[in-house]
Nanobody, 115 residues
Protein backbone atom coordinates (compact mmCIF):
# COMPACT_ATOMS: atom_id res chain seq x y z
CA UNK A 1 0.00 0.00 0.00
CA UNK A 2 1.29 3.44 -0.93
CA UNK A 3 -0.04 6.98 -0.70
CA UNK A 4 2.28 9.55 -2.26
CA UNK A 5 1.52 13.24 -1.85
CA UNK A 6 2.90 15.90 -4.17
CA UNK A 7 2.32 19.52 -5.11
CA UNK A 8 3.45 21.26 -1.96
CA UNK A 9 5.81 24.20 -1.92
CA UNK A 10 6.29 27.84 -1.05
CA UNK A 11 3.55 30.26 -2.07
CA UNK A 12 2.72 33.85 -1.26
CA UNK A 13 -0.41 34.77 0.69
CA UNK A 14 -3.39 34.80 -1.63
CA UNK A 15 -1.81 32.25 -3.93
CA UNK A 16 -2.93 28.76 -4.90
CA UNK A 17 -1.58 25.24 -4.83
CA UNK A 18 -2.99 21.91 -5.92
CA UNK A 19 -1.97 18.88 -3.90
CA UNK A 20 -2.21 15.36 -5.30
CA UNK A 21 -2.20 12.02 -3.53
CA UNK A 22 -1.55 9.00 -5.72
CA UNK A 23 -2.66 5.68 -4.26
CA UNK A 24 -1.68 2.11 -5.02
CA UNK A 25 -1.97 -1.32 -3.47
CA UNK A 26 -5.62 -1.20 -2.46
CA UNK A 27 -9.06 -0.68 -4.02
CA UNK A 28 -9.00 3.10 -4.10
CA UNK A 29 -12.61 3.56 -5.20
CA UNK A 30 -13.87 1.78 -2.08
CA UNK A 31 -12.11 4.09 0.36
CA UNK A 32 -13.02 7.47 1.76
CA UNK A 33 -10.12 9.83 1.24
CA UNK A 34 -9.08 12.64 3.55
CA UNK A 35 -6.57 15.44 3.75
CA UNK A 36 -5.08 16.34 7.13
CA UNK A 37 -2.47 18.89 8.07
CA UNK A 38 -0.09 19.40 10.95
CA UNK A 39 1.56 22.70 11.74
CA UNK A 40 4.63 22.91 14.00
CA UNK A 41 3.66 22.47 17.62
CA UNK A 42 0.05 21.66 16.78
CA UNK A 43 -2.01 18.51 16.53
CA UNK A 44 -2.86 16.99 13.19
CA UNK A 45 -6.24 18.25 12.02
CA UNK A 46 -8.73 17.17 9.39
CA UNK A 47 -8.88 19.61 6.47
CA UNK A 48 -11.23 17.92 4.02
CA UNK A 49 -12.68 14.53 3.20
CA UNK A 50 -14.51 12.88 0.34
CA UNK A 51 -16.56 9.72 0.50
CA UNK A 52 -16.32 6.73 -1.78
CA UNK A 53 -19.09 6.19 -4.29
CA UNK A 54 -21.15 9.38 -4.24
CA UNK A 55 -18.15 11.61 -3.55
CA UNK A 56 -19.74 13.70 -0.82
CA UNK A 57 -17.21 16.14 0.59
CA UNK A 58 -16.79 17.95 3.88
CA UNK A 59 -14.42 20.64 5.09
CA UNK A 60 -13.00 22.20 8.19
CA UNK A 61 -14.55 25.59 8.85
CA UNK A 62 -11.15 27.23 8.46
CA UNK A 63 -10.89 26.21 4.79
CA UNK A 64 -14.50 26.30 3.60
CA UNK A 65 -14.85 28.36 0.45
CA UNK A 66 -11.10 28.27 -0.22
CA UNK A 67 -10.21 24.56 -0.54
CA UNK A 68 -11.80 21.93 -2.77
CA UNK A 69 -11.27 18.20 -2.49
CA UNK A 70 -11.88 15.93 -5.46
CA UNK A 71 -11.06 12.41 -6.54
CA UNK A 72 -10.42 10.58 -9.78
CA UNK A 73 -11.05 6.89 -9.22
CA UNK A 74 -9.74 6.05 -12.69
CA UNK A 75 -6.38 7.53 -11.71
CA UNK A 76 -6.45 6.39 -8.07
CA UNK A 77 -5.76 9.97 -7.06
CA UNK A 78 -7.29 12.49 -4.68
CA UNK A 79 -6.67 16.21 -5.02
CA UNK A 80 -6.82 19.25 -2.81
CA UNK A 81 -7.16 22.56 -4.63
CA UNK A 82 -6.15 25.34 -2.24
CA UNK A 83 -6.96 28.93 -3.14
CA UNK A 84 -6.49 32.22 -1.30
CA UNK A 85 -3.85 30.66 0.90
CA UNK A 86 -3.03 32.24 4.22
CA UNK A 87 0.06 32.03 6.43
CA UNK A 88 -1.94 29.95 8.91
CA UNK A 89 -2.33 27.28 6.21
CA UNK A 90 1.38 26.53 6.56
CA UNK A 91 1.73 22.88 7.55
CA UNK A 92 2.65 19.42 6.38
CA UNK A 93 -0.33 18.05 4.48
CA UNK A 94 -1.12 14.34 4.61
CA UNK A 95 -3.65 12.25 2.78
CA UNK A 96 -5.23 9.15 4.23
CA UNK A 97 -7.47 6.38 3.02
CA UNK A 98 -10.14 4.91 5.28
CA UNK A 99 -12.47 1.95 4.95
CA UNK A 100 -13.87 0.19 7.98
CA UNK A 101 -10.79 -0.57 10.13
CA UNK A 102 -8.30 -0.12 7.30
CA UNK A 103 -6.44 3.18 7.51
CA UNK A 104 -3.45 4.20 5.42
CA UNK A 105 -1.35 7.38 5.56
CA UNK A 106 0.97 9.11 3.16
CA UNK A 107 4.31 10.67 4.08
CA UNK A 108 3.13 14.25 3.70
CA UNK A 109 4.03 17.29 1.63
CA UNK A 110 5.10 20.65 3.02
CA UNK A 111 3.05 23.75 2.26
CA UNK A 112 4.53 27.08 3.27
CA UNK A 113 2.59 30.32 2.83
CA UNK A 114 4.85 33.31 3.26
CA UNK A 115 5.76 36.57 1.62
Amino acid sequence: VQLVESGGGLVQPGGSLRLSCAASGFTFSSYAMNWYRQAPGKERELVAGISSGDGVSHYADSVKGRFTISRDDAKNTVYLQMNNLKPEDTAVYYCNALRWDHLYWGQGTQVTVSS
